[in-house]
């Protein structure tokens, strides 16, 4: 047994950016019985939109009768939001017992592994035990290399295309779609939203055989196109799982998880965090009410593109609340205060904690206030208002 006393004590220890090979990964999920072939699974990638887009699959599914295994990340309350099964979060005591099993694997092989590759371990095995119809996974980073890989698909998504994590992805689009199109399997139909029909997905689709499938272009209110692709992958998956009715895949689309632009008074949450993201937020957010000012509470970590997001914040807002995400690679508030003043604005503050950010923030009671960036700030600021 292991020696915490938490299985998150165990999961924080690991480290976050340690890099193993898919061989290897895969040689771990053999000693495990290889979990992913107990179960069908829809895999979804994309820059943004993957997180709505699974969450409307999954909501389809559920509502046709199937038992449907989520998977996402990352969690914006608390781990086990990342493993559900219609809804229903993983509960502590599966994670100790399954961490368990994976640590003892781990160990007889002596290969390094980290956070989100235990966390994708853990999320196959309790599919496995908890006999799933199917399941939904998001990738985490990219897709060619991603855990998430393990995954046996009857179907693949991919959302969008837009510039992020370009130190790991690469620089061009064509070079992050080629990343993204990593989790076309021979033959697996893939599915594209209207923003990811670039040539190098394309490209991979055909080396791999698989049917490709183009969302028409939707305008307005980015949950539009989302529901575009979400709508594609379910017409096909009707094919497969015959309780699935029009009438399900309609109750589907109209879902949305939580922090997608999620409006509570004059506050807007939305986990935005690249610059196409956040301007697509604003864009809706300013349809909402011409007349109203918009404030921004925004915190973001470093492997984001800082300058980039918050030249689209400053487009779009008339006051800006910076803020530190409280985790390891949060963004310090000198380092925003830096960008802010190279962009020529000075319309912010440096607040020294989110509550503080929201306090100040909520006083402009005539104003929209937007809480964007980081899915770790969103946790504090709904506390910080009492609704969690």
């Keep these: 047994m292991l020696s915490f006393s938490d299985p998150l004590d165990f999961l924080i220890s690991l480290p976050v950016d340690t890099r193993m090979s898919l061989d290897d990964l895969y040689e771990i999920s053999r000693c495990l019985g290889f979990p992913q072939n107990a179960f069908p699974a829809v895999h979804v990638a994309g820059s943004n939109g993957k997180g709505s887009v699974c969450h409307k699959i999954a909501s389809a599914l559920e509502h046709a009768g199937y038992r449907v295994g989520l998977f996402t990340s990352p969690h914006i309350h608390c781990y086990s939001e990342r493993i559900q099964i219609n809804k229903k979060k993983i509960p502590l005591d599966d994670v100790r017992d399954i961490l368990d099993q994976i640590l003892l694997t781990i160990s007889s092989l002596n290969l390094p592994i980290n956070y989100f590759q235990v966390t994708t371990l853990v999320s196959l095995l309790y599919f496995k035990k908890m006999a799933v119809d199917v399941v939904v996974a998001e990738t985490g980073i990219g897709g060619r290399l991603d855990a998430t890989r393990l995954f046996d698909p009857i179907l693949s998504v991919i959302t969008s295309i837009s510039l992020e994590h370009t130190n790991l992805l690469g620089h061009s689009l064509e070079a992050i779609g080629r990343e993204k199109a990593g989790i076309c399997k021979k033959e697996v139909p893939l599915v594209l939203g209207s923003r990811a029909a670039i040539s190098s997905i394309f490209e991979v689709a055909s080396s791999t055989g698989s049917p490709v499938y183009i969302c028409d272009e939707v305008n307005g209110f980015y949950d539009k196109e989302n529901c575009a692709t979400a709508q594609m992958a379910l017409s ?153």
């Design 236 to 388: 096909l998956l009707k094919n497969i799982f015959n309780h699935l009715t029009d009438a399900d895949i309609r109750y589907g689309l109209t879902q949305r998880p939580q922090c997608r632009f999620e409006r509570i008074g004059n506050f807007i949450f939305d986990v935005a965090h690249n610059p196409d993201g956040i301007s697509r937020l604003f864009s809706a957010a300013s349809e909402l009410d011409k007349s109203k000012k918009i404030r921004t509470l925004i915190g973001l970590s470093s492997d984001k593109d800082i300058q980039g997001c918050l030249a689209e914040v400053i487009k779009y807002s008339s006051w800006v609340y910076l803020v530190e995400t409280g985790r390891d690679k949060t963004v310090k508030l000198s380092e925003l205060e830096a960008v802010m003043h190279a962009l020529g604005c000075f319309n912010f503050t440096k607040c020294f904690s989110i509550s503080q950010a929201v306090d100040l923030a909520s006083k402009k009671s005539s104003d929209l206030i937007v809480v964007c960036g980081s899915f770790y700030i969103m946790d504090k600021a709904k506390s910080a208002l009492s609704i969690i």
